[in-house]
């Protein structure tokens, strides 16, 4: 069992910028590949981004591609997004998820191969 739990949502302008922060704690939580969601009102939760448990490969969709960036400090178990040059549809509940071995990369951003989730938290973008 792995618990997540995320932090550092909140209000910001457009524009400016968050850092999400996931902390993983349970048996071997270092050694899971991680992924952030969101899921914004009357919408499907969707992928963001993930890193590999070494931290060795990232994955981002393209609405994020260099506006945020997914790293992790295992001494620390915990996993990072930092999210700059926000924009009004980055408003959403952010979601940190855990898996563990994954067969492909394409299963790093399908929200059914992710088994632990956090409890979200809120990122709202103002003008």
């Known amino acids: 069992q792995v618990q997540l739990v995320e932090s550092g949502g909140g209000l910001v302008q457009a524009g400016g910028s968050l850092r999400l922060s996931c902390a993983a704690s349970?048996?071997?939580?270092?050694?899971?590949?991680m992924g952030w969601f969101r899921q914004a009102p009357g919408k499907e939760r969707e992928f963001v981004a993930a890193?590999?448990?070494?931290?060795?490969?990232?994955y981002s969709s393209d609405s994020v591609k260099g506006r945020f960036t997914i790293s992790r400090d295992n001494t620390k178990n915990t996993v990072y997004l930092q999210m700059n040059s926000l924009k009004f549809e980055d408003a959403a509940v952010y979601y940190c998820?855990?898996?563990?071995?994954?067969?492909?990369?394409?299963?790093?951003?399908?929200?059914?191969?992710?088994?632990?989730w956090g409890q979200g938290t809120q990122v709202t973008v103002s003008s």
């Open positions: 349970g048996r071997t939580s270092r050694n899971y590949n």
């Open positions: 998820a855990a898996s563990g071995y994954f067969a492909s990369t394409s299963y790093y951003s399908e929200n059914r191969r992710y088994p632990y």
């Open positions: 890193i590999s448990w070494n931290g060795g490969s990232t």
